[in-house]
């Protein structure tokens, strides 16, 4: 504000002693601009956040839901085809899970069993969150390939997610893995096929092309999709809090790990369904 004063009188200074000159001119240009920007309502004020979840992200998610729903089936179905992979041919967990992890798991040891005792939580969350970030822009990105590219994200984490938990329970720790992801694990997979699905919608905009051009109507998928990927960031936050925090911990019982997992669930349904702020009647 008090640049814009400043700039306020000196304008006034310059069309008392410089009447028509360029640097008036110059000067009111200036003082236009910075007048334009004081008085503009802040870009992520309180409003523009709640339309965000009220509107732009519940049709985003909406826009994309039914195509959600088939790339869940396929990350299942690639889960279910890597668990009969590893369970008929065990050899082959080599190709999902490096030598340090099949070592552990054959001695009786999670990869997961160390994580609270020798990392901090507030390290491992970070760590995590911007693990799960670069899945979940790899899936959207891996559109740009015509949606082949976010096809074979998703079914290339189902073969590892169905391949680990076949490996766990042949040496009977398939229990002690599921009681690992059971806080995060729900979210996290939901936030890898809402970006997958986002990633097919941005494939289908470029073959299917529902603008003159392809270029355009690549950028009004994007802009259209956009408030869904800051809904998977924040989902992912959160996931990466819990897996920090909550997965690694032994002292938490299933039934809480449970209880959390369907909680956060609910409450990214919630947020997609625009039911998290409603509006007042």
Same mark, same amino acid.
């Given at each position: @504000?008090?640049?814009?004063?400043?700039?306020?009188?000196?304008?006034?200074?310059?069309?008392?002693?410089?009447?028509?000159?360029?640097?008036?001119?110059?000067?009111?240009?200036?003082?236009?601009?910075?007048?334009?920007?004081?008085?503009?309502?802040?870009?992520?004020?309180?409003?523009?956040?709640?339309?965000?979840?009220?509107?732009?992200?519940?049709?985003?998610?909406?826009?994309?839901?039914?195509?959600?729903?088939?790339?869940?089936?396929?990350?299942?179905?690639?889960?279910?085809?890597?668990?009969?992979?590893?369970?008929?041919?065990?050899?082959?967990?080599?190709?999902?899970?490096?030598?340090?992890?099949?070592?552990?798991?054959?001695?009786?040891?999670?990869?997961?069993?160390?994580?609270?005792?020798?990392?901090?939580?507030?390290?491992?969350?970070?760590?995590?969150?911007?693990?799960?970030?670069?899945?979940?822009?790899?899936?959207?990105?891996?559109?740009?390939?015509?949606?082949?590219?976010?096809?074979?994200?998703?079914?290339?984490?189902?073969?590892?997610?169905?391949?680990?938990?076949?490996?766990?329970?042949?040496?009977?720790?398939?229990?002690?893995?599921?009681?690992?992801?059971?806080?995060?694990?729900?979210?996290?997979?939901?936030?890898?096929?809402?970006?997958?699905?986002?990633?097919?919608?941005?494939?289908?905009?470029?073959?299917?092309?529902?603008?003159?051009?392809?270029?355009?109507?690549?950028?009004?998928?994007?802009?259209?999709?956009?408030?869904?990927?800051?809904?998977?960031?924040?989902?992912?936050?959160?996931?990466?809090?819990?897996?920090?925090?909550?997965?690694?911990?032994?002292?938490?019982?299933?039934?809480?790990?449970?209880?959390?997992?369907?909680?956060?669930?609910?409450?990214?349904?919630? @947020?997609?369904?625009?039911?998290?702020?409603?509006?007042?009647?």
């Amino acid at each position: @504000m008090e640049t814009y004063r400043a700039l306020a009188r000196d304008l006034a200074s310059a069309r008392e002693l410089l009447p028509g000159n360029v640097a008036t001119a110059a000067l009111e240009s200036a003082y236009t601009t910075l007048h334009t920007a004081v008085g503009r309502s802040p870009r992520f004020g309180r409003a523009r956040l709640l339309a965000l979840f009220r509107d732009d992200i519940p049709a985003a998610a909406a826009s994309v839901r039914t195509t959600t729903l088939w790339i869940a089936l396929l990350l299942a179905a690639s889960a279910l085809a890597g668990w009969w992979l590893i369970a008929t041919y065990p050899e082959l967990v080599g190709l999902i899970a490096s030598e340090k992890m099949i070592d552990g798991v054959e001695h009786g040891h999670l990869w997961t069993d160390q994580l609270f005792n020798v990392v901090p939580s507030s390290v491992l969350s970070a760590r995590i969150f911007s693990n799960n970030v670069v899945v979940t822009a790899g899936a959207f990105c891996a559109g740009l390939f015509f949606g082949l590219g976010t096809l074979y994200v998703i079914t290339l984490n189902g073969l590892m997610l169905g391949g680990l938990l076949a490996f766990a329970h042949q040496h009977g720790l398939g229990l002690a893995l599921l009681r690992f992801i059971l806080a995060h694990g729900p979210v996290e997979l939901s936030v890898i096929c809402l970006a997958g699905a986002a990633g097919t919608a941005l494939g289908e905009s470029l073959i299917r092309p529902t603008a003159p051009t392809r270029a355009e109507s690549f950028r009004r998928c994007v802009a259209r999709l956009g408030p869904l990927l800051v809904a998977c960031a924040l989902l992912l936050l959160g996931s990466g809090l819990i897996e920090g925090f909550i997965s690694p911990d032994p002292r938490i019982s299933i039934p809480v790990r449970l209880a959390v997992g369907l909680a956060y669930w609910a409450l990214m349904l919630l @947020m997609l369904s625009g039911r998290l702020f409603p509006r007042r009647r």
